[in-house]
């Protein structure tokens, strides 16, 4: 590779990336240059190189501000890994691995230094920074999570407010803030707190294309339980399901597992012993899924978070967008999912109503009115028919053109229907009814209903009477929701939800408006599977690759067990994919993978290496480019499902499972299995059959098919005395008609 930007090769031998991504380099040459700093990316913008490299590049020790423990080790962690001297001073270490520490900073072995903010602080430490300063200089300041600083935000920390301390006694020393906060008043707010002289800023757009969002309409306990277990099937890889109440967290991580889903829980109820193994186990893919409270979640650097489901809804958009968002930092594609649930609303309205002074009792008006505001909007995100890309992105000030072909509306856009008609009758209804009810009692005089209710106040005899029985129940429900939402219909706040009519509805009734309804869709599993695939294109690649991806991945998980680090800190699922579908076998192609610096070339390509030459033994390359050609022609979707199907199976078998336990573990029969491993064989697939029969019975098998040749199954069958079954025969059949005339 010739390249004369000194930049960029500084990123690929200390990161093994070979382009920076949008952003990244200007931010890195204004801080080279000295200038202040605030670089605003979404998560999974790639903020963190934008401190780190100009730390490398330059002479002198960085700080970097950080306010989470979690947050500096696995920092630290993974640009230990890259071979970066790094360190972090908290109150987790010993004094003595303080000394440690400072000894080794002192020692000209460490670029970065990670501290707590309270920490920057204490005197000692303060006497410390003047020595550094003395004697190999500090190059800069980073303050990490900046928002911190802002009371505005979501996570004000007291002592990020003395963080601008940093700029009256270094003032020559560049600082850069970095966040992901997406609001303007909490931006505004960091570069005042942190006094910075005339920074660059960098603000990304927040659009992170990757993630697919959708909603789900929520159908009954049983139906959405059913639902949340077949996205987490579907979707595999890594992810998070978002819950409420502890209460719910627990019983969906019980069920999840009864159904032989690796979940674990995650809520303030737990100790917080458990809080941290859980978190570890989930991070490190011991376990998939983590069922967790809103409590999660900050301060996870996890980058292959495949999906976010939030199984009841959001209190506001803001963290809906945080916490969707912690899917898909490493850019691969992602699934954000909602179900939206009514029931859900009223609870949180209902906690709402709580809001109380702790001191006097009284309800707290403004906070309440603000969290009821907050609430709506993410009713109209979800009950929204416009791109939710859109409907987002604009929340935030930033707007965004729609059709972004990778969420449900765009996807697949609700048809809407005219119900003008019908919203005539409803409303004048409540006017009939001299507007002193809630809309259930509306319905049931609708739909003509006779109960005490409506005798007791006369209402059968008024006009509209069963004016409304040609639609359900659940469409009049829909319709008085929808109208109150749109603003058609006014609604009282006291608890009884009257129905009152506004001027807009009195438009409706003269005609002067008309009323669009989205048609919801059912969200059965039927349609659920018509849902974009994660990862299609990786799901349609050659067999061969998928398994050599699969022993990798083994690789890691054993390098990253040994070392205690999580998997993705040694190779990213992109590096990963790279690898299996490049298959290098020397150090030269090796390094460039993107992801392989000079520090990981040297400690693990000969690892990796070894396992793809094993994997040519069975999987000669010049194969790969055959069955990838093969592959590369249109097929049909029933050839390319049975494929799909047998690649499971293939896969499963390879990584140790016998035939029974893949057939409990797929819900197939035995008899499919075998089917399948024989099909697999008979299309020219290495299998090694060990497992399946043993040599011994090969042989005799063998001996059957040189004596009286493979054509007819049930002379085989004879000949073997019936002591071996049809499907021993099949494969050992297969192998053999193999290695007789190769494909
Ligand atoms: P943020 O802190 O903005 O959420 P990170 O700094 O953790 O994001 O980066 C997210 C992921 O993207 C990490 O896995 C990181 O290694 C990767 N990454 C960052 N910059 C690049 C780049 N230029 N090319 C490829 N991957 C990158
Ligand atoms: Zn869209």
Known sequence: MTNSDPLQQALKQYF?????????????????????????????????????????????????????????QDQVTALKENGIG??????????????????????????????????????QFLGFLNIIKGKMGIAGFAVDEAHCVSEWGHDFRPEYRQLSRIRQIYPDVPVIGLTATATERVRADISQQLELKQPYVHVASFNRSNLYYEVVPKQGNEQTYTNLLHEVKRLQGSGIVYCLSRKRVDEISDRLRQDGIEAIAYHAGLGAKEREENQTRWIRDDVQVMVATVAFGMGINKPDVRFVIHYDLPKN???????????????????????????????????????????????????????????????????????????????????????CNNCDNCLTPKPMEDWTVETQKFLSCIARAKERFGSGHIIDILRGSLNKKVLQYNHENLSTHGIGKDRSLDEWRQLARSLVHQGLLSQTTDGYGILKLNDRSWEVMRNQRNVLLPIERDATPATVSDRPKISDEIGDRPIDINILFERLRLLRKNLADEQAVPPYVIFSNATLNQMAEQQPTTHHDFAKLSGVGTKKLEQYADSFISIILEHHQQYPPAEITQSTKVQKEPVSSSKLSKASTQRETLVMYENGLSVDEIARDRHLKTATIWTHLVQLVESGYAINCDRLVTP????????????????????????????????????????????????
């Open 317 to 403: 958009i803001e963290g809906y967008y945080q916490e969707s968002g912690r899917a898909g930092r490493d850019g691969e594609d992602s699934h954000c999912t909602l179900f939206l649930g009514y029931q859900d609303l009223e609870t949180i309205k209902y906690l709402i109503a709580q809001k109380v002074d702790p001191h006097t009792n009284e309800p707290l008006e403004a906070e309440q009115r603000i969290a009821q505001q907050q609430l709506r909007q993410v009713v109209d995100y979800a009950e929204g028919t416009a791109c939710r890309r859109t409907i987002l992105l604009r929340y935030f000030g930033e707007s965004f053109q729609g059709d």
């Open 696 to 743: 011994e019975r090969q042989s005799v098998i063998y001996g059957a098919l040189e004596a009286i040749g493979g054509d007819g199954l049930r002379n085989l069958f004879d000949h073997l005395r019936e002591e071996y079954t049809y499907d021993e025969i099949k494969i050992i059949r297969a192998i053999w008609q193999n290695e007789k005339e190769p494909l």
């Open 86 to 123: 790094a360190t972090f001073l908290n109150s987790t270490l010993t004094g003595r691995e303080s000394n440690q520490r400072s000894q080794a900073i002192l020692n000209g072995a460490i670029k970065l230094v990670y501290v707590a903010p309270e920490r920057l602080f204490a005197e």
């Open 16 to 72: 093994g990336y070979e382009t920076f991504r949008a952003g990244q380099r200007e931010i890195i040459e204004a801080n080279m240059a000295g200038r202040d700093t605030l670089a605003i990316m979404p998560t999974g913008g790639g903020k963190s190189i934008c401190f780190q490299l100009p730390a490398l590049l330059k002479t002198g020790v960085t700080i970097v501000v950080s306010p989470l423990i979690a947050l500096m």
